[in-house]
């Protein structure tokens, strides 16, 4: 990732403190004027989107360290560390919407002032759902699993926000009250399920993921289109962490070849493969052509295996 893309994440990661705030704060206020335990649901799961864009700030800033004597390969995967956080603190967030819900459920009571207080959450849904459209584009284009889960965590804020106002709708032209904790615990289920969803995705990205099968054609191709000069390539291997992805293979040249002349291969292959994967950290391990080497090589006019 180019240093503009890692300001451009930090930027919107730090943005996302004082968002979470606003819109947890309008939540709290529909809740304040309508006594709605269902509101009050919808707030508690915007309380964990302010904690979560607090850590998601710090993952990503500590994620940018340049790499150091103790971690060589960068601090990339504390991203993914974030995220796992945040499917954690979703799930604490589903158990204490379940403690206000169940109680309530016994005995319910009407909401006060609900036209009010439907359109401040409604106003505060608006405000989510254009967020979370932000944060899941820019965690794509910049590959940042901490942005990423965020966004998803605030979209799924806007699924549960979108079900509360319906369903209370419903309680209010019904005029059943015990539709109000029900929806309550409704929405402490949805948010289970997407705490199990965010953190089997960041447990995912901690095994070292190979690149998607198109972005390695397209490496494949970089190599082959760019390794003149030499007899062959094999062995590939791509993974990422976080934002960073890593390319090895070995390159098979001509025993009499002088190191100059495969460096520059190895030059010319590396810019190749960054026009197809920028900030790419490539390891190409010089091979002379052996009788080994010559068993396994992959002429270049071929697909490297």
């Known amino acids: 990732m180019e240093k503009s893309d890692i300001r451009t994440v930090q930027r919107l990661a730090l943005w996302g403190i004082p968002f979470a705030f606003f819109v947890m704060g309008l939540k709290?206020?529909?809740?304040?004027?309508?006594g709605s335990v269902a509101l009050l649901s919808d707030a508690m799961e915007s309380s964990v989107n302010v904690i979560a864009a607090i850590v998601a700030f710090a993952a990503i800033s500590y994620a940018a360290k340049p790499a150091d004597k103790t971690h060589p390969f960068g601090h990339?995967?504390?991203?993914?560390?974030s995220a796992v956080l945040e499917g954690v603190l979703i799930v604490v967030a589903a158990l204490l919407i379940v403690k206000e819900a169940l109680p309530a459920v016994f005995a319910p009571t009407r909401m006060d002032a609900p036209a009010l207080g439907l359109a401040i959450n409604f106003a505060a849904a608006l405000c989510n759902a254009i967020w979370a459209?932000?944060?899941i584009r820019a965690g794509k284009r910049y590959r940042s699993p901490a942005l990423a889960a965020d966004g998803q965590h605030i979209l799924s804020d806007v699924v549960t926000s979108v079900g509360v106002l319906v369903g209370l709708v419903l309680a209010i032209l019904t005029g059943y009250a015990v539709l109000d904790p029900l929806l309550a615990v409704l929405v402490a289920l949805?948010?289970?399920?997407?705490?199990?969803?965010?953190?089997?995705h960041s447990v995912d990205g901690l095994m070292d993921h190979a690149v998607e099968p198109e972005?390695?054609?397209?490496?494949?191709?970089?190599?082959?289109?760019?390794?003149?000069?030499?007899l062959g390539a094999h062995d590939l291997k791509t993974r990422r962490a976080g934002a960073a992805t890593f390319v090895d293979f070995h390159l098979v040249v001509p025993a009499t070849m002088p190191v100059g002349q495969a460096h520059d291969i190895c030059d010319r292959l590396e810019d190749a493969i960054r026009v197809v994967q920028p900030g790419a950290q490539i390891a190409i391990h010089v091979e002379p052509e052996t009788?080994?080497?010559?068993?396994?090589?992959?002429?270049?006019?071929?697909?490297?295996?």
Request: hydrophobic content about 50%; proline content about 0%.
């Open 215 to 230: 972005e390695a054609e397209a490496i494949k191709a970089a190599i082959a289109a760019n390794a003149t000069g030499s």
């Open 133 to 135: 459209t932000v944060l």
């Open 190 to 200: 949805n948010i289970l399920y997407q705490g199990w969803k965010v953190i089997t």
């Open 76 to 81: 990339h995967k504390a991203e993914y560390l």
């Open 28 to 34: 709290l206020v529909a809740w304040w004027v309508t």
């Open 291 to 305: 009788e080994q080497a010559h068993g396994i090589k992959v002429k270049i006019e071929r697909t490297i295996r």
